[in-house]
């Protein structure tokens, strides 16, 4: 869930925190239409991520093979999941891996048909920029009591407030297998956990694991070296983004053999969406006997063109003026959200570690497939892990640590020639990927609306939640079922109280 884009804290990172168990969840088929509205005609989705192609699916579910899907794509489809080819091989460069529990993920790879990867098992550890501070072994029961040993009862104290976090988030699916939907971020998340749920978009992660007992100690070492592997950022982050990003260092992490931008592409060809390879430069409102259209402008290879849409649901991001989409016509105008993005660069290097620098003269030493970091002035990275390909043979192994190995480097800046002198004894090839991946969430202070207009909705609203492959689906599928509702004014399905009750009562 959870913290799904462009990467997630590497898989062998898991281990060093106790794995998170969640009962297993249910279905139910979603409620018929309301009322005798004529179903939209044509409907635009503003981007090809997973959100994007998530949504486009969830639309088509609801409103019938009929309506008309057209995805506007500038880049390429799959957005924040993306790979880059080494030697012939493709390696993923933007989100990695998906938890066990992000169930519209599991449910997207199964109606696909797509498998997920074989995991390859490697160690991990945090370094501190002079020494590892924790370091994990072959031995479970050894990587518990190393836990105990340096931090006392503070692993499980997170272990215990992660787990309540992720109990009363997994309500969503329930939520979503009725039908139901949100108008506000606040209301979906009070919907899960009250004001408690809130508050947590407002207090820091630090604040709240002190306040349940987790040692400064452990957060300086532990969580820090999470976050930054996740998100790039601090323990100031809001808590409620850390708790994602949390529960997805918990184990049973996943991906999907051949790259997880495959969910993307099978999603649209399997809607048999419209994708314009365009960039949107504009949406206008329009009115005609009583009804309103919005026109989307866009930009492609042949020049200017525009469409008209019954519904509009941007799926990129509208933070910051990072697209540059104007709407013109809307009275009160859609004022400009505030809040920034964090720039995520992804390295990915073929070459020879140097492991001199992590106190490992005899390169064959070496044993850990991930190493995370402390916030230390000194370090100029913040996680790195040798990765595999996406796809992975059965007889695939890892390169042994004296071997040249792909590695895949986190920092906040382009590793410079010094830097990556540091890192490595010698290199063949860097790829080099800036991502404007995260809200910076030490600034975001209000969360934005999911609703910009009748039939005109902001789906990357979510990610100032949280964000995740999985936060950006849920997202989808909350716009997807509130657009169906107002369209046929079932107004019973938004925005309902007390809904763990209305849920049992219609099992």
Not at 440 to 449: F, G, R, V
Request: hydrophobic share 40%; with cysteine.
């Amino acid at each position: 869930m959870m913290a799904e884009a462009p990467h997630h804290p590497p898989p062998a990172a898991s281990r060093l925190l106790l794995w998170l168990a969640v009962a297993g969840m249910w279905r139910a088929p979603c409620a018929a239409a309301a009322g005798d509205a004529a179903a939209p005609g044509k409907i635009a989705v503003v981007g090809a991520g997973i959100g994007g192609s998530s949504v486009a699916h969830f639309l088509q579910q609801h409103f019938g093979p009929q309506v008309q899907l057209d995805v506007y794509e500038k880049d390429t489809v799959g957005g924040r999941l993306a790979t880059v080819t080494v030697n012939k091989q493709q390696y993923e460069s933007g989100g990695a891996s998906i938890h066990s529990l992000n169930l519209h993920m599991q449910d997207f790879v199964k109606l696909l048909g797509l498998k997920h990867r074989r995991e390859v098992a490697g160690k991990s550890a945090i370094f501190s920029g002079e020494q590892f501070v924790l370091e994990e072994t072959d031995w479970y029961l050894l990587n518990l009591f190393r836990l105990w040993w340096h931090y006392g009862m503070s692993f499980l104290r997170l272990q215990m407030w992660v787990e309540e976090v992720m109990e009363k988030f997994m309500r969503i699916y329930k939520y979503q297998a009725h039908g139901y939907a949100f108008t506000h971020l606040e209301k979906l998340l009070h919907s899960l956990g009250g004001d408690a749920f809130v508050n947590m978009t407002q207090r820091s992660v630090a604040e709240s694991l002190l306040e349940v007992g987790v040692t400064q100690r452990f957060i300086d070492d532990v969580i820090v070296a999470i976050l930054r592997a996740s998100y790039g950022q601090s323990v100031l982050v809001p808590a409620f983004a850390g708790a994602m990003s949390l529960a997805g260092a918990q184990g049973n992490m996943w991906a999907v053999e051949g790259g997880n931008k495959l969910v993307c592409s099978g999603l649209l060809k399997l809607t048999k969406a419209n994708i314009i390879q365009a960039t949107v430069k504009a949406i206008s409102l329009h009115n005609s006997e009583g009804k309103t259209f919005y026109q989307v402008h866009y930009e492609d290879e042949e020049g200017q063109g525009s469409s008209f849409y019954d519904i509009v649901v941007i799926a990129t991001q509208l933070h910051n003026s990072k697209n540059n989409i104007t709407f013109q016509n809307f009275d009160p105008p859609i004022a400009e959200f505030p809040g920034l993005f964090r720039t995520t660069v992804t390295s990915v290097v073929h070459g020879y570690l140097n492991s001199s620098y992590f106190g490992f003269p005899d390169p064959k030493l070496f044993p850990y497939a991930s190493v995370l970091t402390t916030d230390t002035p000194s370090l100029f990275f913040n996680s790195m892990d040798n990765i595999c390909p996406v796809n992975v043979s059965g007889t695939f192994r890892r390169k042994q640590p004296q071997d040249a190995a792909v590695w895949r480097v986190h920092s906040q800046h382009p590793l410079e020639k010094q830097e990556l002198k540091i890192l490595f004894r010698s290199y063949y090839s860097v790829q080099v990927t800036e991502w404007q991946a995260y809200p910076d969430y030490e600034s975001a202070k209000t969360l934005p609306p999911i609703i910009l207009h009748d039939n005109l909705y902001y789906l990357n609203s979510m990610e100032w939640v949280a964000s995740s492959m999985e936060m950006a689906s849920v997202a989808a599928k909350n716009v997807a079922l509130l657009a169906y509702s107002l369209w046929y004014r079932d107004l019973e399905k938004i925005d309902q109280k007390d809904l763990m009750h209305k849920v049992k009562t219609e099992l």
